[in-house]
T-cell receptor, first 110, second 113 residues
Framework: DAKTTQPPSMDCAEGRAANLPCNHS???????VYWYRQIHSQGPQYIIH???NNETNEMASLIITEDRKSSTLILPHATLRDTAVYYC???????????FGKGTMLLVSP | KAGVTQTPRYLIKTRGQQVTLSCSPI?????VSWYQQTPGQGLQFLFE???????NKGNFPGRFSGRQFSNSRSEMNVSTLELGDSALYLC????????????FGSGTRLTVV
């Protein structure tokens, strides 16, 4: 079973920041937080991952709370192409696989 | 550089038949994973291969099998197809086992009739 809880859906206006929350209250010390997204009819796409520090790349920022029980993925300026299902995944470093939950369906509207 | 290539894109098979799906990873990637995606169960892990050896396996019956070749290309096989095997089958590759950034292909859509 997935170790994360995400809202089933969210809306965002184009050009605004999209903040996608994820709860992972049972995360253990050696588990990373990963974010993937899946645009309709495509395979999932890796976005970002982190252990305990905040991370930023060209796609998004990841904010992890100090107790690591929750995190937020931030898309700073959402576009229509960001409409997708976003998956938050907790994964142990090393050889473990990706366990996908139901994710959050983000709808970006004009 | 070329992404993960899965063939065929679409497939229709009859119950009881078997099917083989193919995945060519990104050049230099040595790990290949397979996932099944259905509307009811979502994305579920099937197995992962690295250096031609199965390293992890999900909770699927023995009808689902796979292999990896020396050039890292991978195939998965489903025997005695059932209607419930209709799904999108996704392949993902990574540089190494447990790599942080898996790259997924666009999948093979299998329909069993």
């Amino acid at each position: 079973d997935a170790k994360t809880t995400q809202p089933p859906s969210m809306d965002c206006a184009e050009g605004r920041a999209a903040n996608l929350p994820c709860n992972h209250s049972t995360i253990s010390g050696n588990e990373y937080v990963y974010w993937y997204r899946q645009i309709h009819s495509q395979g999932p796409q890796y976005i970002i991952h982190g252990l305990k520090n905040n991370e930023t790349n060209e796609m998004a920022s990841l904010i992890i709370t100090e107790d690591r029980k929750s995190s937020t993925l931030i898309l700073p300026h959402a576009t229509l192409r960001d409409t997708a299902v976003y998956y938050c995944i907790v994964r142990e470093g090393g050889y473990s696989t990706l366990t996908f939950g139901k994710g959050t369906m983000l709808l970006v509207s004009p | 550089k070329a992404g993960v290539t899965q063939t065929p894109r679409y497939l229709i098979k009859t119950r009881g038949q078997q099917v083989t799906l193919s995945c060519s990873p990104i050049s230099g990637h040595r790990s290949v994973s397979w996932y099944q995606q259905t509307p009811g169960q979502g994305l579920q892990f099937l197995f992962e291969y690295f250096s031609e050896t199965q390293r992890n396996k999900g909770n699927f019956p023995g009808r689902f099998s796979g292999r990896q070749f020396s050039n890292s290309r991978s195939e998965m096989n489903v025997s005695t197809l059932e209607l419930g095997d209709s799904a999108l089958y996704l392949c993902a590759s990574s540089l190494d086992l447990g790599g942080y950034g898996y790259t997924f292909g666009s999948g093979t859509r299998l329909t069993v009739v």
